[in-house]
């Protein structure tokens, strides 16, 4: 009987040392479904990462977009204010052109007039050749004044007007 005890104690031993290790298989098992529920949501946290990280460089092209953008707008004002003031520059000049040829024209017609005057004062003054001759000089003189005066009294008096370029400021 004592073999079949020995066997006996020795199986109960193995069933024992089994029943041990499958508890700390049971225990292990436990420990690595906790250690995959960790994982995923370590994983979790980490594609969330990812994403802030995302919007974080997103925000900030975002905003660069936004101060470029408002940089473009105030060029394309500024540039509009600049076509207006060379429209106006291009109106002043063609003015100031007029009045320079306006003033020569008003100063040839008074010499002109000056000269009719004493055209048609001359033949009466003297007999003379001389004078006849000044008088002829005078009289083609005459004719070219009021050739000039025609011509001045064609000029306009005005320039067209200028196209609205009048901006509103933001």
Excluded: W
């Excluded at 975002?62 to 470029?68: A, K, V």
């Excluded at 109106?91 to 002109?112: G, R, V």
């Excluded at 011509?151 to 005005?158: A, G």
């Amino acid at each position: 009987m004592s073999h079949a005890l020995q066997h006996t104690a020795t199986h109960c031993n193995t069933l024992q040392h089994t029943t041990a290790h499958g508890q700390t298989l049971q225990h292990t098992a436990k420990h690595c479904i906790t250690l995959q529920h960790t994982a995923t949501y370590c994983n979790a946290l980490q594609r969330t990462a990812t994403h802030r990280n995302t919007l974080r460089h997103t925000a900030t092209h975002c905003s660069t977009l936004q101060h470029t953008a408002t940089h473009c707008n105030t060029l394309q004002h500024t540039a509009a204010h600049c076509n207006t003031l060379q429209h106006t520059a291009t109106y002043c000049n063609i003015l100031q052109h007029t009045a320079t040829h306006c003033n020569a024209m008003q100063q040839a017609a008074m010499h002109c007039n000056t000269l009719q005057h004493t055209a048609t004062l001359t033949p009466t003054l003297s007999r003379h050749n001389h004078t006849l001759t000044r008088y002829n000089t005078l009289q083609h003189t005459a004719t070219h004044c009021n050739t000039l005066q025609h011509t001045s009294t064609k000029l306009p008096t005005s320039l067209p007007p200028a196209q609205d370029d009048t901006l509103t400021l933001i």
